[in-house]
T-cell receptor
Framework: KAGVTQTPRYLIKTRGQQVTLSCSPI?????VSWYQQTPGQGLQFLFE???????NKGNFPGRFSGRQFSNSRSEMNVSTLELGDSALYLC?????????????FGPGTRLTVL | DQQVKQNSPSLSVQEGRISILNCDYT??????FLWYKKYPAEGPTFLIS?????DKNEDGRFTVFLNKSAKHLSLHIVPSQPGDSAVYFC??????????????FGKGTLLTVNP
């Protein structure tokens, strides 16, 4: 079974631009969660999607948005990029999302904002 | 407001000895705790978990202890091996309504096991 895939793996953008990251969950998984990892803050929860609906949301500004498609693939968008958005963005998939020991992470997308 | 705290950013241990990673939390509504391990250039992988109704869970070389009164949990690795060198994240789960749950992670502890 293929694992969670994220594209692109690396991205360089400049301040003010917008970016879209993609996550393909494990086949059959309906829940996709997004996290931001920075050295100073660790892993911070962005949002979770389940069956195309946002089910949970973290404390990030509205510049961070996401969506999930009918095939469970998910995208995350960040508009008006700031230097502080430089981070590793991780997505994780699970069957239903409630039992987090079944959550599988992708390798992440490393975003650098210049 | 850091609800899950890993106060040691790094820990260095000799191969064969015990590694103890600590985690403190503030939210008494957390009902499940997990430890994840992360190697560079990879996503975190689940290691071990414990329900809030238990005080110990063991899986091979890994044991997690939970002290609810102190709002403290720890991960013990015995014996430590060089391949255990990674960043370890403590995470806690809370019910966010209905059957929905949310995970809060600590900032991580970099464990280095020296041969």
């Amino acid at each position: 079974k293929a694992g969670v895939t994220q594209t692109p793996r690396y991205l360089i953008k400049t301040r003010g631009q917008q970016v879209t990251l993609s996550c393909s969950p494990i086949s059959g998984h309906r829940s996709v969660s997004w996290y931001q990892q920075t050295p100073g803050q660790g892993l911070q929860f962005l949002f979770e999607y389940f069956s195309e609906t946002q089910r949970n949301k973290g404390n990030f500004p509205g510049r961070f948005s996401g969506r999930q498609f009918s095939n469970s693939r998910s995208e995350m968008n960040v508009s008006t990029l700031e230097l502080g958005d430089s981070a590793l963005y991780l997505c994780a998939s699970s069957l239903v999302g409630a039992s987090y020991n079944e959550q599988f992470f992708g390798p992440g997308t490393r975003l650098t904002v210049l | 407001d850091q609800q899950v705290k890993q106060n040691s950013p790094s820990l260095s241990v000799q191969e064969g000895r015990i590694s103890i990673l600590n985690c403190d939390y503030t939210n008494s509504m957390f009902d499940y705790f997990l430890w994840y391990k992360k190697y560079p250039a990879e996503g975190p992988t689940f290691l071990i978990s414990i329900s809030s109704i238990k005080d110990k869970n063991e899986d091979g070389r890994f044991t997690v202890f939970l002290n609810k009164s102190a709002k403290h949990l720890s991960l013990h690795i015995v014996p430590s091996q060089p391949g255990d060198s990674a960043v370890y994240f403590c995470a806690a789960r809370v019910n966010s309504g209905g059957s929905n749950y949310k995970l809060t992670f600590g900032k991580g502890t970099l464990l280095t096991v020296n041969p």
